[in-house]
């Protein structure tokens, strides 16, 4: 081949590999870091502990046996249910967990929202309610279809605050039993879906998560909807799922753990956003150390050790479990004995009554 041919062969070869390089997709690119630093995966939590936010869905009829084993390698003490339905399905989970692992598990209940506005639905729905306590809820899990999905009989959405439903948050109070609510999504969902948002490929890949203003109302309307009802009701004790969407904002979080003292907050499904942040996460854990619980949400055992080891550890840029929810990576918040105790167990135990606190140490 002529010596200037092959130059013109060898730069259009470049031209081809490098444009082949280029065409790789956001969605592909996940490298390995090169960064060699101290740290070990931490596959058992230090502290035997709570997860408030789990869920089983055929705990009715389920053989929890694996269950019980997977919870065993995490060092989880009891699992908090939070899909404990009503009637007769709730009644199954507690018989089954009564004549199997009657210290490892409890149920939360929940309510159907469809109807409001027919003839005596509050009265009906808060005696269920009270039935469903009475007969082994010992809390209520609100979904957040509330305030997203359900309309009343004249078609209009249900508000979170609706005084329609303040009867069933005062139950729960008079009943000394927390409620843990999960509402809205996070915020970026609302957000234009363009190259500025931070879950972009989240949308991307889950396009059913998208929201706007009007579908079904602004992210912030439903989340002040969520704020009032609590502090309509100061003696009922409310859980904050997911840290209320406010993980990534943790001065704006600490004003309204301020401005609401019954609101107590969970980590499920946050993690990420507490792992980007260890120093300022850090001082949040140890100015609301009373308030702060462990929750995991999705029952996925091999996520667990990402969880302890933002908390437990000291190491420095370790990966994620899920790239869709976190591209970035992870930093170790290195919580002391002290804070890792309530935040895993004691919390909780001074929250949802009855359970078992042989199980963990003093």
């Given at each position: 081949?002529?010596?200037?041919?092959?130059?013109?062969?060898?730069?259009?070869?470049?031209?081809f590999?490098?444009?082949?390089?280029?065409?790789?997709?956001?969605?592909?690119?996940?490298?390995t870091?090169?960064?060699?630093v101290?740290?070990n995966?931490?596959?058992?939590?230090?502290?035997?502990?709570?997860?408030?936010?789990?869920?089983?869905?055929?705990?009715?009829?389920?053989?929890?046996?694996?269950?019980?084993?997977?919870?065993?390698?995490?060092?989880?003490?009891?699992?908090?249910?939070?899909?404990?339905?009503?009637?007769?399905?709730?009644i199954?989970?507690?018989?089954?967990?009564?004549?199997?692992?009657?210290?490892?598990?409890?149920?939360?209940?929940?309510?159907?929202?469809?109807?409001?506005?027919?003839?005596?639905?509050?009265?009906?729905?808060v005696?269920?309610?009270?039935?469903?306590?009475?007969?082994?809820?010992?809390?209520?899990?609100?979904?957040?279809?509330?305030g997203?999905?359900?309309?009343?009989?004249?078609?209009?959405?249900?508000?979170?605050?609706?005084?329609?439903?303040?009867?069933?948050?005062?139950?729960?109070?008079?009943?000394?039993?927390?409620?843990?609510?999960?509402?809205?999504?996070?915020?970026?969902?609302?957000?234009?879906?363009?190259?500025?948002?931070?879950?972009?490929?989240?949308?991307?890949?889950?396009?059913?998560?998208?929201?706007?203003?009007?579908?079904?109302?602004?992210?912030?309307?439903?989340?002040?909807?969520?704020?009032?009802?609590?502090?309509?009701?100061?003696?009922?004790?409310?859980?904050?799922?997911?840290?209320?969407?406010y993980?990534n904002?943790?001065?704006?979080?600490?004003?309204?753990m301020?401005d609401?003292?019954?609101?107590?907050?969970?980590?499920?499904?946050?993690?990420?956003?507490?792992?980007?942040?260890?120093?300022?996460?850090?001082?949040?854990?140890?100015?609301?150390?009373d308030r702060?619980?462990?929750?995991?949400?999705?029952?996925?055992?091999?996520?667990?050790?990402?969880?302890?080891?933002?908390?437990?550890?000291?190491?420095?840029?370790?990966?994620?479990?899920?790239?869709?929810?976190?591209?970035?990576?992870?930093?170790?918040?290195?919580?002391?004995?002290?804070?890792?105790?309530?935040?895993?167990?004691?919390?909780?135990?001074?929250?949802?009554?009855?359970?078992?606190?042989?199980?963990?140490?003093?």
């Amino acid at each position: 081949m002529h010596f200037k041919h092959s130059i013109f062969f060898f730069l259009a070869l470049i031209t081809f590999s490098s444009s082949c390089a280029q065409e790789l997709t956001f969605e592909e690119y996940n490298p390995t870091s090169t960064l060699v630093v101290p740290g070990n995966v931490i596959l058992k939590a230090k502290f035997p502990f709570i997860d408030i936010h789990g869920h089983q869905y055929r705990m009715p009829e389920q053989d929890l046996g694996p269950v019980v084993a997977a919870m065993d390698t995490l060092n989880m003490g009891i699992m908090v249910n939070l899909s404990g339905r009503s009637g007769d399905q709730l009644i199954q989970s507690v018989k089954n967990i009564k004549d199997h692992y009657p210290n490892r598990f409890v149920v939360f209940a929940n309510i159907d929202f469809e109807g409001v506005g027919t003839d005596n639905w509050t009265e009906k729905t808060v005696n269920q309610l009270e039935k469903d306590i009475n007969n082994g809820a010992r809390g209520l899990k609100i979904y957040k279809s509330l305030g997203m999905r359900y309309k009343d009989t004249d078609g209009n959405r249900v508000a979170i605050d609706d005084k329609r439903l303040d009867a069933i948050w005062a139950k729960c109070g008079e009943m000394g039993v927390p409620v843990l609510i999960h509402a809205a999504d996070p915020k970026s969902f609302w957000d234009d879906f363009d190259g500025d948002n931070e879950r972009w490929l989240e949308l991307k890949t889950h396009p059913r998560r998208k929201r706007s203003d009007s579908d079904p109302a602004s992210w912030e309307q439903i989340i002040k909807e969520q704020h009032q009802m609590f502090k309509k009701h100061p003696k009922t004790i409310f859980v904050n799922a997911h840290m209320g969407w406010y993980a990534n904002n943790l001065g704006k979080l600490s004003e309204l753990m301020d401005d609401m003292p019954n609101m107590n907050v969970e980590i499920g499904a946050i993690i990420a956003e507490l792992g980007r942040q260890p120093r300022a996460a850090k001082r949040f854990f140890e100015k609301y150390q009373d308030r702060i619980l462990f929750g995991k949400d999705s029952w996925k055992p091999e996520e667990f050790p990402t969880y302890f080891r933002v908390l437990e550890s000291d190491d420095e840029y370790f990966p994620y479990h899920k790239k869709y929810h976190a591209f970035w990576a992870m930093y170790g918040l290195d919580l002391s004995d002290e804070v890792l105790k309530k935040v895993y167990y004691k919390n909780a135990l001074r929250i949802v009554p009855g359970l078992d606190s042989s199980l963990f140490p003093e």
